[in-house]
């Protein structure tokens, strides 16, 4: 997989580097929003020995970073997220929590045009980590290891005075970790679990356009 991921961005990177830059701009930005968690990542009731596994996550708060290139409508982007979900499991204290936190890396695609706001599309593939913290009452945590997995996303770009941009977005990430919980889940027989979630975001960007600047 990672040979295919390899081979793909030497692609694109060739694609674009034989793209005209004029209407050639570099954006970087910060964001925060909600981190909606689903399916078995969003069920309760799953426990070894009474301690929780990894499920019961409820809504939380997150906060990430973006950069990219775009290069009229395509362009690459990268970004980072920390996610907090809490844990509404029976075997959760008050402090219970779910640390979600990764890198994403992939395209992203505009519509033609010069617009004050411009819709866009993007997908990439992701690479995160999680830890499960079940509160000072118990000891017991939860890691994962760092997966690959994808997210694909919708949002706004919308222009303000030419150097900068909000960007509300909403996007979906689904991914699989294998999980150790100490005591629990033996080293060498890892459970894995799905750790899919939605995120509902709003950043600012400084965005550079580049002007003048031809081959």
Not at 48 to 71: E, M, R
Not at 88 to 103: D, H, I, N, V
Not at 117 to 133: S, Y
Request: proline share 5%; aromatic share 12%.
């Amino acid at each position: 997989m990672k040979l295919s991921l390899f081979g793909a961005a030497a692609v694109l990177a060739v694609s674009l580097s034989f793209t005209p830059l004029q209407g050639q701009g570099l954006y970087f930005g910060l964001r925060g929003g909600a981190g909606i968690p689903t399916g078995a990542f969003d069920e309760s009731g799953s426990t070894i020995g009474g301690n929780p596994l990894l499920d019961a996550a409820k809504t939380g708060f997150g906060y990430g970073a973006d950069a990219g290139v775009q290069l009229g409508p395509l362009g690459v982007y990268a970004g980072f997220d920390h996610i907090n979900f809490d844990c509404e499991s029976q075997a959760c204290t008050s402090e219970g929590k779910y640390r979600l936190q990764g890198f994403a890396a992939g395209i992203k695609l505009l519509p033609p045009g010069v617009s004050a706001i411009r819709p866009w599309v993007k997908g990439g593939v992701t690479f995160n980590e999680l830890r499960g913290g079940y509160g000072s009452g118990n000891a017991t945590d939860l890691t994962t290891d760092r997966n690959p997995g994808y997210e694909v996303g919708i949002g706004l770009d919308i222009r303000i005075l030419g150097l900068f941009q909000f960007t509300p977005q909403a996007r979906y990430v689904g991914q699989n970790f294998k999980y150790r919980v100490p005591g629990v889940v033996n080293n060498a027989t890892e459970s894995e679990q799905d750790v899919n979630y939605y995120t509902l975001d709003l950043g600012l960007q400084f965005v550079n356009p580049l002007k003048g600047m031809r081959r």
